[in-house]
């Protein structure tokens, strides 16, 4: 399906409304459902001339269409059962219909990458293979990636040499496939943890923590104590916060905790708060900075900690999105 195609059954889907789109996807693969579920979403406005376009280019094709293999599965297994017998043409149809026997295998499609490979890696390599030629192309590649150097050989070189399965022995490996799928010990785990866990942990700790848990990272591995400060939203990050967040937030912060966290703050964040207040809120908050003596570093963080945390929970209820990842050094 060309990018004309996937988007106009996109709009399609959406004109006929969910319970009818629903019914719709059941009778699409993973890739399908990946696509115009990813266009769907996509999709913020549409004409209505455009919609009435597709609904009538929709319309022809369906008339269109005849009932001429609407179980055409059936109607192959009859002719063949007529013609070779039970016994060859049930090993015929094996070979030509093939799905009905791999509803296990076709299980797999739908799950990611890294889960397939973790539910099939300690099976024999030759029973990988099987599995893996009845998958896309690409998803396969992609599992093969998750092995190691040696069973990701052994395994391309029993997939090269592979010239066939038969019918009982696909039975056998698809009920075995379904007993591990529908195994409670091989529920996918939920996605918890990673790099962008640590950066908000990290977030509400104080400056010196925060360098110190750092460093021992980066002593351990370099490129994940870069991910985890890439994560990181830092006070001096509210720069770059759109104005109507930074309005947002300023509701939510007092006046002292304010004038606290902006005197560890750059000029930059400086006049990026005070353009987004009333100009008399503004002339205030200047007067008060400029009034407001010497204040402890760790107060000064204590408070952009806790804007910070006011920050989270907005983006959290999605009143405002963060925006670009934090590079500033801590103070």
Do not use: C
Request: proline content about 2%; hydrophobic content about 45%.
């Amino acid at each position: 399906m060309n990018e004309e195609g996937i988007e106009k059954s996109a709009i399609l889907l959406l004109a006929l409304g969910e319970e009818e789109a629903a019914e719709v996807f059941k009778y699409l693969g993973p890739k399908e459902v990946q696509k115009l579920g990813a266009a769907m979403a996509s999709l913020s406005t549409v004409n209505r001339e455009k919609v009435e376009k597709v609904l009538a280019e929709f319309r022809e094709k369906a008339e269109g269409q005849t009932a001429l293999g609407a179980d055409s599965a059936a109607y192959i297994k009859n002719v063949l059962t007529k013609a070779l017998g039970s016994d060859r043409a049930a090993s015929l149809l094996d070979r030509i219909l093939h799905g009905g026997d791999t509803a296990g295998i076709e299980s797999l499609k739908w799950m990611d990458a890294p889960a397939v490979a973790e539910l099939i890696k300690n099976e024999h390599p030759q029973i990988i293979a099987t599995i893996l030629v009845h998958l896309d192309r690409d998803q396969a590649s992609e599992i093969l990636g998750q092995f190691t150097e040696r069973l990701r050989n052994d395994v391309i070189l029993r997939i090269a040499t592979l010239d066939g399965i038969q019918p009982q022995a696909l039975r056998d490996l698809n009920d075995v496939l379904t007993r591990l799928i529908t195994s409670p010990n091989n529920i996918k785990k939920s996605a918890m943890g990673g790099s962008r866990v640590a950066a908000e942990i990290l977030n509400f700790m104080s400056g010196a923590v925060e360098t110190s848990v750092l460093a021992a990272v980066r002593d351990f591995d370099p490129e994940l104590a870069q991910k985890i400060q890439d994560e990181m939203f830092t006070f001096e990050n509210i720069l770059d916060l759109d104005d109507r967040a930074v309005q947002l937030l300023l509701r939510e912060v007092q006046s002292e905790s304010l004038i606290i966290a902006l005197k560890g703050a750059s000029p930059e964040l400086r006049e990026k708060i005070f353009k987004n207040m009333s100009q008399r809120a503004a002339e205030m908050l200047r007067d008060d900075l400029e009034a407001k003596g010497p204040v402890r570093v760790s107060e000064v963080e204590a408070e952009q900690k806790e804007i910070l945390k006011i920050v989270r929970r907005l983006a959290d209820e999605g009143q405002i999105v963060l925006g670009g990842k934090g590079e500033e050094a801590f103070i």
